[in-house]
Every structure is written in C-alpha cells, then in structure tokens.
C-alpha cells in the first residue's frame, strides 16, 4: 500500500487532482460552471507537465534503465499527454491562446532560452515566481475566459491572491529543500533564512487578506476562506527542514481539498 501511495504522490497524480479542486474553488468564488473537458484536460496535462519536468533527466542520465515504479508513470504521462492533446482541440479560440499561452510559460521554465544554457527553473530567484503564474494562468485565467471582462477590478484582485496563495504555499517545499538545493537558485529561505521566510510569508497571507475581492463572496464562502488562511498560515510556520515525507508533498498540497470540503460541508 506504501508502494502504491509514492507512486500516487511522485507520479503527481496527487498535485493534479488537487488542481482540480483549485478550479472547483475559483468556479465556487465567481460562480461559474466548470465543463468535464475542462477538468480532464487540466488534470491530464498537470500530470505529464510535472513528471515531465521531475523524471526528463533522471532517464536521459540512467539511459531509460529506470525502476517499474518510474516507467509507470512515465507510460500513464504519456497517455495522458495524447489525452490533452486531444482536448487541447476541442478547446474553441478564446481557451487554446490561453492553454498555448501557458504552453510557453512552461517551456521557458523548462528550457534554456539564454546563451548561459540556464532556464527559469534553475535561473537564481525566479522559480517559484513562475510557478504561480503558471498556477495562475490554468486555475484562474483559463476558466474565467468566457465570464470576465479585462480590466474587472474584482478579476485582477483574485489573480493576485491566488499568485500569492501559490508564493506562499511554495515555501514550505522550499524550507524542505534548503539542504538539497543548489545555491545559486536563490530560493527565499536561501536568502532570508527558515525564520525570514515564514515572515515574508506572512506579509503575503496578510496582503491576501487585505486585497481579496470580497463583495463577490457570500456568507457561505466565509468558512472556506478562513480555512485557506488558516491553514495557509498553519502550515506555513510548521514548515522545517527535516520535515514527514508526505508535509510538503501531500498535506500542503491537500489545502485545496480541504477549502471544498468545507465549502460542501459547511458552507
């Protein structure tokens, strides 16, 4: 069972279901219906995009002699990579500049676009940035499409709540990989410290607080809202480097689950 559950979390099988939740919560907040073509291309293209990313030069450098558990999810990414791309198709105008827009976000986090032979991912201070735009563009941008109008002053507050939202949820990965990652990354507790991170993400909770566009919540999103907060913050400060396994990689990634839950439950 142990086996089965690394496999679900190192697969990212794990992060792209709880993206789906981000997009059940965005959905919640603006009212809007969310198409099963939607859903199943961003969970497809969530798992690829991630294993992607974590096992491309894992194989190159085992010469594709890797253990089951990997080739596994390299075949289920694989599947799931014509998946998207067969909905990708189905997708009308407006969605497929959106989805190619983050596309092209995602190749210049992954590949070199510089002579230095760096991309964003291992570019100093960047990375985490980029990855909640990413976030952003797929949860946010790309289901609103259809019901927002530019320049909506309410949109642009939740674009940035979520992008801080991700920044912060990033950083206990971040603390977790303090004595792993390379240091010219310039990750935040690289440059602040453990103790200087967790104050900077504070700052970003608050400013979530303050800028969250909250003439569109009723009073059956409150409770969910706070939740997000509240365990935002919680697993914030718990964060350290000799952290379980499954903190970082699982519960934290679960805040999104938790926010439906008690938005169906309770709210």
């Known amino acids: 069972m142990k086996y089965i559950f690394n496999i679900y979390i190192n697969g990212s099988f794990h992060l792209a279901i709880m993206s789906i939740f981000l997009l059940k919560i965005t959905a919640i907040d603006w009212e809007v219906n969310l198409s099963n073509q939607l859903i199943f291309f961003v969970f497809f293209s969530t798992v690829f995009t991630y294993n992607f990313i974590k096992y491309l030069d894992f194989i190159i450098?085992?010469?594709?002699?890797?253990?089951?558990?990997?080739?596994?999810?390299?075949?289920?990414?694989?599947?799931?990579l014509l998946g998207s791309m067969i909905l990708f198709f189905l997708f009308d105008s407006i969605n497929k500049t959106i989805i190619i827009f983050g596309i092209l976000i995602i190749m210049i986090y992954v590949f070199p676009i510089l002579n230095n032979n760096k991309n964003i991912r291992n570019k100093s201070g960047v990375k985490i940035y980029w990855?909640?735009?990413?976030?952003?563009?797929?949860?946010?941008i790309l289901p609103l499409s259809k019901n927002i109008q530019i320049g909506n002053l309410n949109f642009f507050r939740y674009v940035i709540h979520r992008f801080l939202w991700i920044l912060v949820a990033t950083i206990?990965?971040?603390?977790?990989?303090?004595?792993?990652?390379?240091?010219?990354?310039?990750?935040?507790?690289?440059?602040?410290?453990?103790?200087?991170?967790?104050?900077?993400?504070?700052?970003?909770?608050?400013?979530?607080?303050l800028i969250f566009p909250y003439?569109?919540?009723?009073?059956n999103l409150f409770l969910m809202h706070l939740f997000l907060i509240l365990s935002l913050t919680f697993f914030l400060l718990k964060a350290k480097i000799n952290q379980n396994k499954y903190y970082s990689s699982f519960w934290v990634e679960s805040i999104p689950l938790g926010c439906w839950i008690i938005f169906h439950y309770f709210g």
């Open 131 to 140: 990855v909640a735009i990413a976030w952003v563009v797929i949860t946010v």
């Open 172 to 209: 206990p990965f971040e603390i977790r990989d303090l004595s792993s990652d390379s240091y010219f990354l310039k990750t935040l507790p690289q440059k602040f410290g453990i103790r200087g991170s967790k104050v900077f993400g504070m700052i970003l909770i608050t400013v979530m607080i």
């Open 61 to 80: 450098l085992n010469k594709f002699k890797v253990p089951l558990g990997v080739k596994f999810i390299v075949i289920v990414s694989l599947l799931f």
């Open 215 to 219: 003439d569109i919540l009723d009073n």
